[in-house]
C-alpha cells in the first residue's frame, strides 16, 4: 500500500503547494488517506451546486408516521444528494446509516449489511458532510449529558445541523425498528423494538438536528444513529456516555424536500398532528 507522501507526491504538479498542506494536515487529522479526501471533494464538486449545503429529505417524515413504507426512492437517487445521513429501508427493515458514501442496513437480528444502490427507502434524510466546527471532547458524564453537550455546541435552536461523532464510548443504547407490514401506523410498528446495549465500543454517531417546527417534514431534535467501527453493530441512538470523541457539527442553511409520485402518498391524508406520535416511536 503507497503511504500518503507518495499519495500527496502524485498531485503537486496540479495542486499549489498550500492545498498540498492542507490536504497532508487533514490526512493527519482525520486518519484518511489523501486520496479518499480528494474523492470525496469530487465529488461534492461535481454534485448540483444547489444542493452542497443542503439537507435532502426523500418524503417527509409524517408520511412515515402513517404507515406509508413503500417507496421508490433508489439508494443511488438518494447518494446524488449526499454522503452521509440516516433513515430506513422499504416495509421499514431497519436502521439506515449513510457514511462516507456507503450505505448500512441494521436490522432488528442485529446484524448489519452493505447496502447496494438498487435497494428503496419511504424516507431518508442526507447531506454533503463537511463539518464548519470540529471538537475533541473527554466526557464520562451521565447519559442525559450527551445532550446538554450537543446542546452547547449548536448555535441556535432554529437552524439544521449535521453531526457526525467519532471515538470511544462507554456506554451505547440503541434500539432498531423490526420489519413491518405497509400501512400499520409507526407508533403501533415500533411497539416491541429490541434494544442493544454496547459497553466499552468505540465507532460513529451519525445524525442532524432539526428544528421544533419542522415536526411535519423532519423528526424533531436529535436525530441520530449509531455504527460501531468494525461495522458490525449499531441502531438508533436511545443513550450513549462518549469517553473521547470528535465531534463535527456542520450548520446547513437549506432543506430540501422530495414528495414522492406514488398513489399511496398522493391519496393519504397527511393534515394530521403527528408529534406525539413521533415523540414515541422515536423514544
Known sequence: MRDDKEDLSTFAAFLPADLLNRLRISSERTG??????????????????????????????NALVEGLYVENTTMAEIKQHGDFGLG????????????DGSVYQIRSDGRVH?????????FACVTFFNPDTIDDIENS??????YELLDNLIPS???????RIDGAFGHVRTRVVPRS?????????????PVFDFYGVRGCLAGFYTP??????????????FLSEDRQH???????????VRIGIQHVPKLDVALPVTLDYLSADLTRDVGDDLNKAEH
Open 141 to 146: 458524564e451521565n447519559p442525559k449529558g450527551f
Open 114 to 122: 452493505i447496502v447496494e444502490d438498487d435497494e428503496k427507502s419511504p
Open 32 to 61: 484518511r488517506p489523501p486520496t479518499n479526501l480528494i474523492e470525496k471533494a469530487l465529488r461534492r464538486y461535481l454534485a448540483d451546486a444547489s444542493k452542497h449545503n443542503a439537507v435532502y429529505l426523500s418524503a417527509p417524515i
Open 88 to 99: 430506513t429501508f422499504n416495509f421499514l427493515d431497519g436502521e439506515m446509516v449513510l457514511l
Open 234 to 244: 449499531g441502531g438508533h441512538l436511545i443513550q450513549c456516555v462518549p469517553e473521547r
Open 157 to 163: 435552536e432554529n437552524m439544521l445541523y449535521a453531526i
Open 181 to 193: 407490514e405497509n400501512y400499520r401506523p409507526l407508533v403501533e410498528a415500533t411497539k416491541d423494538q
Open 212 to 225: 421544533r417546527f419542522m415536526e411535519s417534514l423532519n423528526a424533531p431534535g436529535y436525530h441520530i444513529h
